[in-house]
């Protein structure tokens, strides 16, 4: 049984798997618009306190709680619960991480059809091009089928040589456009823009953007970590092996800052974009360079990369849970999942294209994609976290918890003490916060009592 599940070959193809799964369309694409909206350097000191004092402490939940089960989400709590209602936690995230993948991946597939647009049709904009079924859902397709090929090759020989492969790749490619951009004359304007806090925009509003972000971009939530974790062997030091999981992807979302601004703000353009920013703004700006349509495909292969090893892990969390709990060989598991998530994202790729599918709306989101974004990649996340955390610091016990963190020369008990701490008081509430910011009723709530 245990050889089947899978291992990583070392600690470090585990780091950068794990950092694969982190680093995608959240930190390229989600994180620079959202900074930008808010206030660029503020939300960024708001954002890296929150990744220290309130993720990395769940992030070592879920890599506790995956290494000392060796199993899927739902598969650990049943072996530290043996049943009950906590196993449908574990079941939100594996259906949450068929969810997210579904709408993550038709974004995905624009990002990938974009390297070939910046040769062929440079001024088309992101509204005619994913508008145009035709394009969308092979692209799609393509992005899913490529997610299943790495799944299907297994933990070792498919996710953790691709992670090993690709990393480095995104981070050369990266430092290139970082390079270009900063010896635009006018750029540090946009260094400006990133170092340089208001801390006068700051808003309660502003904290809850700055954690929901990091959740998100820390793959945390679902039990993607749980999963990741679950390969680990008891002689990996958890703490270290965590906390450079998310120095690297912090650190990717700060370059892919100074990758985009700088170029944006010494060719003019608008840092408050929202989410078209990089597939509208960022193109524009690059037709203005010399050789701007290599620019720009080096930027969207960039961009597929670090989706694809975002959408590998998504679909991860639910093929382990088929493999480990209902004996389905991974082949089968790969194809089944791959296939649900295409069918569901259907409607997501059709959007652009359908104002029927454009007028959904909820609680402030619009739009079937988001929607969808707006029920799995915020609510979902925030509710799977938040109960994990209770779980891991009050049901499994943080003392229990505290002694796999231990293990592998990992964390002393002065610092077990600590983190017991936060994830039993800190995190919990600070999630709970998160969540009732989501909602209409919440946010006034919040409100009345924080002004
Ligand atoms: N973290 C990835 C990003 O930043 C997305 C992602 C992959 C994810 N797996 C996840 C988000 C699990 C939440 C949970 O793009």
């Not at 209602?85 to 574990?90: A, H, Q, Y």
């Amino acid at each position: 049984m245990q050889q089947n599940r899978g291992q990583w070959q070392s600690t470090a193809g585990f780091i950068l798997a794990a950092a694969g799964s982190a680093i995608g369309l959240g930190n390229i694409w989600r994180f620079p618009y959202v900074a930008g909206t808010n206030g660029g350097a503020a939300f960024i000191v708001l954002y890296l306190a929150c990744v220290l004092l309130i993720c990395l402490p769940y992030l070592y939940c879920e890599l506790a709680m995956g290494r000392h089960t060796k199993k899927n989400p739902v598969g650990a709590i049943l072996k530290l619960r043996g049943g009950g209602p906590w196993t449908l936690v574990g079941a939100l995230g594996v259906l949450t991480g068929v969810c997210i993948l579904s709408y993550y991946g038709v974004i995905a597939g624009w990002a990938f059809g974009y390297i070939f647009k910046s040769f062929l049709a440079p001024s088309m904009t992101l509204g005619d091009f994913s508008a145009n079924a035709l394009l969308g859902i092979p692209l799609f397709a393509i992005f899913i089928l490529m997610t299943v090929l790495v799944v299907a090759r297994g933990v070792e020989k498919g996710i953790e040589k691709a992670a090993r492969v690709l990393m480095p790749m995104l981070l050369l490619l990266m430092l290139l456009l970082i390079a270009r951009g900063l010896t635009l004359p006018g750029a540090s304007k946009g260094v400006e823009f990133l170092v340089k806090p208001d801390f006068s925009v700051v808003t309660m509003t502003t904290v809850l953007a700055a954690l929901g972000q990091a959740f998100f971009s820390l793959s945390l939530g679902m039990g993607a970590m749980i999963t990741y974790g679950s390969y680990l062997p008891k002689s990996a030091n958890l703490q270290t092996s965590g906390a450079w999981v998310a120095l690297f992807d912090t650190g990717i979302a700060l370059l892919a800052g100074f990758m985009i601004f700088p170029a944006l703000f010494a060719l003019g353009g608008n840092p408050t974009a929202g989410p078209p920013l990089i597939f509208e703004a960022l193109p524009a700006i690059f037709a203005q360079m010399p050789l701007g349509s290599l620019v720009a495909a080096i930027f969207f292969i960039l961009l597929s990369i670090a989706a694809l090893t975002s959408t590998v892990s998504l679909l991860e969390v639910p093929v382990s849970y088929f493999v480990d709990d209902r004996r389905w060989t991974r082949a089968k598991s790969v194809w089944v999942v791959g296939g649900a998530a295409f069918l569901i994202g259907l409607p997501a790729a059709l959007e652009p294209s359908s104002p029927a599918l454009q007028s959904i709306s909820l609680m402030g989101a619009t739009g079937f994609l988001g929607v969808m974004d707006l029920i799995w990649g915020n609510i979902s996340l925030a509710v799977g976290a938040m109960l994990l955390c209770i779980f891991t610091g009050w049901v499994w016990g943080f003392r229990n918890a505290g002694a796999e963190l231990r293990e592998g020369g990992g964390m002393t008990a002065a610092g077990v003490a600590f983190w017991g701490f936060f994830v039993r008081f800190v995190c919990p509430l600070f999630i709970f916060l998160v969540l009732l910011s989501l909602f209409p009723l919440g946010t006034r709530i919040l409100a009345a009592f924080l002004g």
